[in-house]
Every structure is written in structure tokens, then in C-alpha cells.
Nanobody, 120 residues
Framework: QVHLQESGPGLVKPSQTLSLTCTVSGGSVTAAHDYWHWIRQPPGKGLEWIGYIGYSGNTDYNPSLKSRSSISRDTSKNQFSLQLTSVTPDDTAVYYC????????????WGQGTQVTVSS
């Protein structure tokens, strides 16, 4: 059974960089046709897709966040990571990592989510 777990600081100061890591256990970030996503939910709002890294290492981002977002992976640790630069209080949200197989109509796997607050 594949399990996802987010980790990272819960508090980030404005203008700094938010860094989160998702550890994949029971599966592989290089598994064929699997895509690994970051999604967030600000308080009182809906889910917002941030981007993904694919099994071949290709990436794609939400255009509204693309200039500040970077998703990478460490295949030796079976992890993928998110960096979001120049954060503001509007970036306060619960951040989720998720997995989705090519052709699937939904996200097949979710982490439990981690609260990140941007505040001085």
C-alpha cells in the first residue's frame, strides 16, 4: 500500500521560501505513468493545484504560481519537494501532496496535509 507523508516547517516569514517534502512509501516516484502533485487549500477556500512532477522528471505548474514555484525530486530517498518563493500571508494554507496515475480521473493517493502559516 502506497503512503504519502508531507513534512516541513509550519511557520514561514513573509518574503521567505516555503519548502515542503513528500515522502512516498510503498511506491516509487519513478513508477511508470505516475504523477506527483502539490495542492493547497487556503482557509475558507477550495483546493488549488500548484503543480506536479512526472515519473520521467517533467514538471508543470499552475500559471498563477509558476513564477514562484519549483517542484523537484530525490529518487534516492523516494521524495518529491515543493519550493515556493517570496511567500505572503496569502500563501497560508494546508498543503497536500498527492499521486495520480496517467489516465486516472482523480487523485489516487493523498497525504494527510500539513498546515503552513505565513506570518512575521
Amino acid at each position: 500500500q502506497v503512503h504519502l507523508q508531507e513534512s516541513g516547517p509550519g511557520l514561514v516569514k513573509p518574503s521567505q521560501t516555503l519548502s515542503l517534502t513528500c515522502t512516498v512509501s510503498g511506491g516509487s516516484v519513478t513508477a511508470a505513468h505516475d504523477y506527483w502533485h502539490w495542492i493547497r487549500q487556503p482557509p475558507g477556500k477550495g483546493l488549488e493545484w500548484i503543480g506536479y512532477i512526472g515519473y520521467s522528471g517533467n514538471t508543470d505548474y499552475n500559471p498563477s504560481l509558476k513564477s514562484r514555484s519549483s517542484i523537484s525530486r530525490d529518487t534516492s530517498k523516494n521524495q518529491f519537494s515543493l519550493q515556493l518563493t517570496s511567500v505572503t500571508p496569502d500563501d497560508t494554507a494546508v498543503y497536500y501532496c498527492a499521486g495520480r496515475t496517467l489516465g486516472s480521473g482523480t487523485y489516487d493517493l493523498w497525504g494527510q496535509g500539513t498546515q503552513v502559516t505565513v506570518s512575521s
